[in-house]
């Protein structure tokens, strides 16, 4: 997802975080197996510019039509910012069941820093189809299902600075969710331009998919 938050605001935010949040090390905040894995930094709950910072970052992502679209957000846990330094990086993991109470059915990280900034430090997530290494620009966003297995590669170089969260969607399965949003995109498409044939393409996948789900 291109640009989910403003480039002033992504400025205001990156300065903000590199000049006045305190960071502790990331296992602090991680349990089970994740705890071992976890080679990051991560911004202090309580410090007053993280609240700050991810108060408006939260603002942001619910009013992002195509992350409501995708996530179909219920209830957000609260966002980390998590710093990744030379050498740094979070080994393979799912993440833990609920955060904060709240139902972990996606995760999503967003980019801060900019791709040229580091080296390494791609996010790697482990789908059935294989693994996908994703690298995005500032102010991107990738969301993916909270049960997939995935891991930050060692930083060889630079700082790789993001914001993550977890998410309950008001569409706990991941098969309901990405059709309910193949439509929404579909027909978005379709009533800017009513002859859109790769979106009816999609809609007759959806519908493929449906009919493959409903028949005995
Ligand atoms: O840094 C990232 O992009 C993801 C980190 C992660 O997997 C986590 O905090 O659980
Ligand atoms: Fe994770």
């Not at 960071?23 to 309580?46: C, D, M, W, Y």
């Not at 009013?63 to 846990?77: D, E, I, S, Y």
């Not at 994703?134 to 170089?157: E, M, N, T, W």
Request: hydrophobic share 40%.
């Amino acid at each position: 997802m291109e640009s989910v938050i403003d480039a002033p605001t992504l400025e205001a935010v990156r300065e903000q975080v590199i000049e006045s949040a305190s960071f502790s090390p990331g296992h602090h905040t991680a349990a089970g197996r994740a705890r071992e894995v976890k080679h990051n930094l991560q911004g202090i709950a309580t410090d007053s510019t993280i609240k700050g910072v991810t108060r408006l970052l939260e603002k942001a992502l619910l009013a992002h039509p195509v992350f409501r679209a995708a996530a179909r957000p219920r209830k957000l846990a609260r966002m980390l910012i998590s710093r990744y330094e030379e050498g740094m990086g979070y080994g393979s993991h799912i993440d833990a069941p609920a955060i904060d109470g709240v139902r972990t059915d996606v995760s999503f990280t967003l980019f801060l820093s900019a791709p040229d900034e580091y080296e390494g430090g791609e996010l790697v997530i482990e789908s059935g189809a294989g693994e996908d290494a994703i690298k995005l620009p500032a102010g991107a966003l990738v969301c993916y299902p909270s049960s997939f297995l995935h891991r930050v590669d060692p930083v060889r170089q630079g700082t790789r600075l993001v914001a993550v969260g977890w998410l309950q969607s008001e569409v706990r399965s991941v098969e309901q969710r990405s059709l309910l949003f193949a439509m929404d995109t579909a027909l978005a498409r379709l009533r800017e331009a009513p002859d859109d044939r790769r979106a009816l393409d999609e809609l007759a996948n959806v519908r493929a998919n449906l009919q493959r789900m409903w028949m005995e």
